[in-house]
């Protein structure tokens, strides 16, 4: 008899995700839905608005890579009226940019998804002395695992279990069996934890100097950057380099050595050796560092085929609203998207506690749209980023990662795992971290000839404009798209990397990388699924982003049912 786990809301992420899986009398699980139960309406309230407050608008998607639509919304304008910006104004929006994912990364690591990794239960039983020894395995310059800096991490950790009021620590599966740090790396662990908690404020100082503020920058305009009078004053931009210091030698010295250590320790662990069943990748150009050149190329790999890149075509992206909450008769290329909400709820089934309401897994089943290139679900984000590049032999990545693979005597196929796509993340912030510095020294050296930032744009009332934009989110492609009449926002359309991700099942019976990364897995006690929330939280979810008001009448909020 087949039983229902049901995790929602899934936490430790931004907004509201459920997973519903069925397991078998052996607990692999046999089907597995992804739902974001909150809606949101942002591209809908966009229509009939000036398109100069269209980035203002949009970087409301999200509380976390707000950076991301405030940028890919200007662009997508900028794009529509045919403007081209200075290149002042391209390198500042790439050091945003890296600042961005420098401080996204490390959260996500050790604050969202570390505590999959991490015991902290058993980090207190550690021996401070042999951790700090063993840290030496893993990098030659370890940073916060002192014996005497690990001994106060453990005082500190047990003084707040000892006030009861266990914050972050609390409702995890401690003592689970799927954790395979040793309690010397988990203590390890848990300092870097600690420390990233002060490093995530200065990669996020880093991208306030350029933005005016973080979340939520407000220097970026349609047609350039303003505000900067303050921001490339040599003192600001000497403290910014200060601060990208400070992040890179953290993202260097403990996310890689963890990464390494993690890779060392979880060698035998199922749910971290499968997680990747949709084996198409995407991403786009992004990261500019000098003229006209990115750190990371735009293509398409289709059903693991890593010989055959081939680059986007903009017109094979459509949204299929089957099994979404949306009306809609068929998939619809985004400048033609519409957004017209469809909630049919959930529906009651028996389960071991009773009858409880479930997923209509044969209706509709989630806010999320379920985005398809060419009729195909693709994965996006660091992984898809770093497939892309490694496959087309970009050199930057190839030595990364095969640098990776040497330190750790990983193969190949070891990407396309759980640690592979986490992994993946770190490296890719270690590369923008570095990349970061040469699109510095190129606005610096472009700045002795040139100080424009910004051009005005003009827009014809009597015109239409079509535009769309593509960039790389933290959580992986990102485009906007719009359509502008009579001077206003006729449509517009968000296609967001966690939509790609954890679309529910679309009209031809697939899949989305989400819920296919979930089918097959055991799950050692199904009452704590552990292993289910390790490989989603690798993906990094942001169902904020990827729904787009909420309707609080017609939610189950908060409802945690394990049968
Ligand atoms: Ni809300 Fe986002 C990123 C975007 S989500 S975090 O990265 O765009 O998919
Ligand atoms: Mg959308």
Not at 139 to 167: C, F, H, M, S, Y
Request: hydrophobic share 40%.
């Amino acid at each position: 008899m087949n039983k229902r786990v049901v995790i929602d809301p899934i936490t430790r992420i931004e907004g509201h995700l459920r997973i519903e899986v069925e397991v078998d009398e052996n607990n692999v699980i046999t089907k597995a839905w992804s739902s974001s139960t909150l809606w949101r309406g942002i591209e809908v309230i966009l229509k009939g608005r000036t398109p100069m407050d269209v980035g203002l608008i949009v970087q409301r998607i999200c509380g976390v890579c707000t950076y991301s639509h405030y940028r890919c919304g200007t662009e997508a304008v900028e794009n529509a009226l045919g403007m081209t910006i200075p290149v002042n104004a391209k390198y500042l929006r790439s050091l945003m940019q890296s600042s961005l994912y420098m401080h996204d990364h490390i959260v996500h690591f050790y604050h969202l998804h570390g505590l999959d990794w991490v015991d902290v239960v058993s980090a207190l039983g550690a021996d401070p002395a042999k951790a700090a020894q063993d840290s030496l395995k893993y990098t030659d310059k370890p940073i916060a695992t002192g014996e005497g800096e690990l001994r106060a991490v453990q005082e500190r950790v047990k003084a707040l279990v000892e006030t009861g009021k266990l914050g972050p620590f609390a409702n995890a599966y401690w003592g689970n069996g799927t954790y395979r740090f040793t309690p010397e790396q988990n203590l390890i662990a848990l300092s870097h934890y600690l420390k990233a908690l002060e490093v995530q404020r200065v990669a996020a100082e880093m991208l306030a100097i350029f933005g005016g503020k973080s979340p939520h920058p407000q220097s970026l305009v349609v047609g350039g950057v303003t505000s900067v009078r303050d921001m490339l004053s040599p003192a600001r931009l000497q403290e910014w380099k200060q601060k990208h210091a400070i992040v890179q030698d953290f993202i260097e010295r403990a996310y890689q050595a963890d990464i390494v250590m993690a890779a060392e320790a979880f060698g035998t662990e199922a749910s971290v050796l499968g997680g990747v069943n949709v084996k198409s990748f995407l991403c786009t150009n992004d990261f500019l560092m000098g003229d006209g050149q990115y750190l990371f190329e735009q293509g398409v790999i289709m059903h693991g085929d890593l010989a055959n890149v081939t680059d986007i075509n903009p017109d094979f992206i459509k949204e299929d609203v089957t099994h979404a909450w949306y009306q809609a008769d068929s998939a619809q290329h985004p400048y033609d998207g519409t957004t017209v909400p469809d909630y049919t709820g959930f529906v009651e089934r028996e389960t071991v506690y009773g009858k409880l309401p479930t997923l209509d897994g044969d209706g509709k089943y989630s806010w999320v749209k379920s985005p398809r290139y060419q009729d195909e679900p693709v994965e996006v984000g660091p992984l898809s980023c770093l497939l892309v590049n490694y496959a087309k032999g970009n050199p930057i990545v190839v030595d990364a990662v095969n640098g990776l693979l040497a330190r750790t005597g990983l193969p190949i196929e070891a990407l396309f795992t759980t640690l592979g796509r986490t992994a993946a993340r770190m490296l890719q912030t270690v590369l923008v971290g570095q990349a970061s510095l040469h699109t510095f020294d190129a606005l610096i050296t472009n700045l002795m000839s040139d100080e424009s930032t910004f051009i005005a744009p003009e827009i014809d009332s009597n015109k239409e404009y079509v535009g769309h934009a593509m960039n790389e989110a933290p959580r992986g492609m990102l485009s906007h798209w719009i359509r502008i009449k009579n001077g206003k926002v006729e449509n517009y359309q968000a296609v967001v990397p966690t939509t790609w991700n954890a679309g529910p099942v679309d009209a031809n019976g697939k899949m989305g990388p989400y819920e296919a990364s979930l089918i097959g897995l055991t799950l050692e006690d199904p009452t704590k699924p552990l292993e289910v929330i390790r490989i989603i939280h690798s993906f990094d979810p942001c169902m904020a982003c990827s729904v787009h008001v909420m309707d609080y009448k017609k939610q189950t909020l908060g409802q945690f049912k394990i049968d």
